[in-house]
C-alpha cells in the first residue's frame, strides 16, 4: 500500500471516530472568528452607513430635522431570518417615513450594509 492510501484512510477514520463536541466546537471556531471575507464586507458596510444613514439614523430631532429615524444599534442581534429578511425589504422599498435606497445601493452595497449593522452594537 503506498503512503497516499494510508493517510486518506487515516485521515478518513479520524473524521469518523471524532467526538461530535470536537467538531462542534471546530463549526463554533468558525462562527466566532470572522473571515476576511466578513471583515471586509463590514468595513465596506460602514460605509454604506456612513454615507446614507447617518443623517436620520444618528441625529436628534430639531425644528430643521424633524426626520429622525430609530437608532440602529443591536437592530440585527440575533434576529430570526424572516426579521433579517424584513429589514432588507425596508432598506430597499422604503417606508412611509424612510426613502427606499433601491435605485441608491446596488444589492452588493445592501449585502454590505446588512453585514456591519450586525455588527453595529
Known amino acids: 500500500m503506498d503512503v497516499r492510501r494510508i493517510l486518506v ?15 462542534q466546537s471546530q463549526q463554533a ?9 466578513d471583515k471586509e464586507r463590514v468595513k465596506r458596510g460602514e ?3 456612513s454615507r446614507h444613514c ?13 426626520f429622525v ?3 440602529l444599534r443591536g437592530i440585527l442581534k440575533n434576529v430570526k431570518p424572516e426579521q433579517e429578511i424584513a429589514v ?3 432598506i430597499r422599498e ?3 417615513k424612510m426613502p427606499g435606497f433601491r435605485y441608491t445601493l ?6 454590505d450594509l446588512m453585514g456591519y449593522l450586525k455588527t453595529y452594537n
Do not use: M, W, Y
Open 9 to 23: 484512510r487515516l485521515s478518513i477514520c479520524c473524521v469518523l471516530i471524532s467526538p461530535p463536541n470536537v467538531l
Open 29 to 37: 471556531l468558525r462562527k466566532a472568528a470572522p473571515s476576511v471575507v
Open 47 to 49: 460605509v454604506v452607513f
Open 54 to 66: 447617518p443623517i436620520c439614523h444618528l441625529g436628534r430631532p430639531s425644528k430643521a430635522s424633524p
Open 69 to 71: 429615524g430609530r437608532n
Open 88 to 90: 432588507r425589504e425596508r
Open 94 to 96: 422604503g417606508s412611509d
Open 106 to 111: 446596488t444589492p452588493a452595497q445592501i449585502e
